[in-house]
């Protein structure tokens, strides 16, 4: 061997696995990137659809008052929710209907404070219908135990959902009646929103839970839907029954809205139908703190993994990819036009719900909240799957 050629032959063969590597490098470099403007690409166009479908689905308007009063069971689990009980109540009497066409179940699911004593107050002071049961455990999911043991006991045929924590409208219970008239209505979803208040924390769940609800609409209006919220929630007591209530999904501690609609739009689709006004909108309110979110949106995020809807499959994941892009910008800079795309549509999206629901005030912090929901999002997805939540001082796993 000539003197001089090993030194040679080793400095080939690093320049030639030098450029392999940068070669494959590029490589990968545009693969990337194409994955990435296509999850944003398809992101963007999932909130297009949903924006459209938000336009298409017509605003219930209330007509001249009906001689007609539908007799409906308000059906409330509660558990320590001394704090709140008494804004419900009285918004619950201040209701514009026949005290005589509805009730209230109370079910007390194991309250430790002052709850109990506080409606047995509120009962020598209204002429409202009210009545309080204790639950009745017998699966894993202490909240459709209590509103199963509540529709058992209702006398009426239209059943309406609410927490504890919220306040509903006066003209709640006439917008319903018209709707089940109207449109031969089974299952009915209604609006929910937060009560308006200060700081970021606030703000950034007001402005979450916006968009939340203008998917539920939009998806809604693509007869498509995915989401309610059992905040509000009105569906016949005997198709109920017929469809075996929360039967197959009791193991789960969150998901008595979503997977009861699954059931009735799985037989009955036409019949499912979404309440869109604000005069209907019923207003609950924010966690008080980071780790009271963090376990109600483990909760709601944990069942995920049963949906059966593919819209509902495909728009998961579409929001994860799409929020998960976001982090690449460190690295490939060069997609910043799609990025800003994600925000612009993400704010006509909760722009169409503040407008609804007038609640267009805390619009300018979307530019900030942009920044910290993808951290949020990325966090739950992966907490709500392998992790416990707290609920109503109890514990559960996914």
Not at 171 to 200: M, N
Not at 332 to 344: D, G, M, Y
Request: contains cysteine; proline residues 3%.
């Amino acid at each position: 061997m000539v003197p001089g050629s090993i030194p040679k032959m080793i400095f080939s063969d690093f320049k030639r696995y030098f450029f392999y590597i940068f070669e494959a490098t590029t490589k990968l470099n545009i693969i990337s990137v194409i994955l990435i403007s296509a999850f944003l690409i398809l992101y963007t166009l999932l909130i297009v659809v949903l924006c459209f479908g938000f336009k298409r689905l017509k605003t219930d308007t209330l007509k001249s008052a009906s001689t007609h009063h539908t007799s409906f069971s308000i059906i409330i689990p509660f558990r320590n929710e001394a704090e709140n009980l008494n804004m419900l109540l009285e918004s619950l009497s201040d209701l514009n209907y026949p005290k005589s066409h509805f009730e209230i179940i109370l079910i007390d699911d194991a309250s430790t404070d002052a709850s109990v004593a506080l409606v047995e107050a509120f009962q020598q002071q209204t002429e409202v219908s009210i009545i309080v049961i204790e639950n009745e455990r017998f699966s894993t999911s202490p909240k459709k135990d209590a509103l199963a043991k509540g529709i058992s006991k209702a006398q009426f045929e239209w059943i309406i959902t609410t927490d504890a924590d919220c306040k509903v409208p006066e003209l709640w219970l006439q917008h319903y009646t018209q709707k089940i008239r109207a449109e031969d209505s089974q299952f009915i979803a209604g609006p929910v929103c937060f009560f308006e208040s200060k700081g970021f924390f606030n703000t950034f769940q007001q402005l979450d839970f916006l968009s939340l609800q203008g998917a539920t609409i939009g998806s809604f209006g693509l007869q498509q839907a995915f989401m309610c919220n059992g905040a509000n929630l009105a569906f016949s007591k005997t198709e109920f029954l017929r469809l075996k209530g929360y039967a197959e999904t009791d193991h789960l501690a969150s998901g008595d809205d979503v997977f009861l609609m699954q059931k009735f739009i799985k037989e009955m689709p036409k019949k499912v139908h979404y309440l869109k006004t604000s005069e209907a909108l019923v207003i609950t309110q924010t966690q008080p703190n980071w780790k009271s979110l963090k376990d109600q949106r483990k909760r709601w995020a944990a069942k995920a993994s049963a949906y059966t809807s593919w819209f509902a499959i495909l728009t998961s994941l579409l929001v994860l990819l799409g929020n998960a892009a976001l982090f690449t910008i460190v690295f490939h800079p060069e997609i910043w036009p799609l990025l800003l795309l994600k925000v612009t549509v993400d704010f006509l999206l909760i722009y169409q719900t503040a407008s609804l629901f007038n609640q267009k005030k805390k619009l300018v912090y979307i530019p900030l909240v942009a920044v910290v929901y993808p951290f949020f999002t990325l966090y739950i997805a992966l907490a709500s799957q392998f992790g416990k939540f707290e609920w109503k001082g109890r514990t559960f796993k996914k």
